[in-house]
């Protein structure tokens, strides 16, 4: 069915305990994403959107509810097949970039290949391309260290894309950088939805959600 959602979370909850103490961070979330959906996830700190986060894109689990991913309950996934599905299907960009501070940009693309069966040539290829694409080409072999945030920021836009995921999961990307760059990379995220690629961003900044066709904003575990 053309119109399944792509993410569906029914009374998603989470609990940490600290001590015996139980935490509840989200409180019954509810929330369809549709393909090609452009989406900010908006709330201040402690609202609960980054253990959101974490569990839309498979790094953590809910304490109870459902998630649908694809139509396919994965609420009982093994650690193994819910990082099947973040290789295979989501793309990651983080506020902190996460490079691997002694490779090259070329070999921080190509790093999220390392497990799959491709040859490394035809990887490298597309690593190369998806870096000039995003303005790098003369950059390809420096190191993070030699790159400004918003240069550090392609490379980490380029990584999320050498799998061809379906979905692109921004946690704060624009958070470290300054308003021109941000809006640089805000662009370059804008274009990726335009041109098929469902794009989910967490933020707190009115700037960026405003660049998101949809809003839904998180307050003490819940939509509001």
């Known amino acids: 069915m053309e119109?399944?959602?792509?993410?569906?979370?029914?009374?998603?909850?989470?609990?940490?305990?600290?001590?015996?103490?139980?935490?509840?961070?989200?409180?019954?979330?509810?929330?369809?994403?549709?393909?090609?959906?452009?989406?900010?996830?908006?709330?201040?700190?402690?609202?609960?959107?980054?253990?959101?986060?974490?569990?839309?894109?498979?790094?953590?689990?809910?304490?109870?509810?459902?998630?649908?991913f694809k139509g396919k309950d994965i609420t009982t996934f093994s650690d193994d097949e819910l990082s099947e599905i973040r290789n295979e299907s989501i793309g990651f960009v983080f506020q902190q970039f996460h490079l691997i501070p002694y490779i090259n940009a070329l070999e921080n693309v190509m790093l999220p290949t390392i497990y799959s069966k491709k040859p490394l040539d035809s990887v490298k290829q597309k690593a190369i391309s998806l870096l000039t694409d995003l303005g790098m080409k003369d950059r390809l072999y420096n190191k993070p260290t030699q790159l400004s945030g918003g240069q550090?920021?392609?490379?980490?836009?380029?990584?999320?894309?050498?799998?061809?995921?379906?979905?692109?999961?921004?946690?704060?990307?624009?958070?470290?950088?300054?308003?021109?760059?941000?809006?640089?990379?805000?662009?370059?995220?804008?274009?990726?939805?335009?041109?098929?690629?469902?794009?989910?961003?967490?933020?707190?900044?009115?700037?960026?959600?405003?660049?998101?066709k949809k809003n839904i904003r998180i307050s003490d575990g819940k939509i509001i």
């Open 152 to 212: 550090q920021q392609r490379v980490a836009i380029a990584r999320a894309l050498i799998n061809d995921p379906e979905i692109i999961l921004a946690d704060e990307p624009t958070g470290a950088l300054d308003t021109k760059t941000s809006s640089e990379i805000m662009d370059i995220l804008v274009s990726l939805n335009e041109k098929g690629k469902t794009l989910i961003i967490i933020t707190h900044e009115v700037e960026v959600a405003e660049r998101c």
């Open 3 to 68: 119109n399944t959602p792509i993410i569906e979370l029914k009374n998603l909850k989470k609990s940490f305990f600290i001590g015996n103490r139980e935490i509840e961070v989200l409180k019954g979330i509810d929330l369809k994403i549709y393909k090609n959906e452009s989406i900010a996830i908006i709330g201040q700190s402690g609202s609960g959107k980054t253990t959101l986060m974490n569990i839309i894109g498979c790094m953590d689990k809910a304490t109870s509810g459902t998630y649908l």
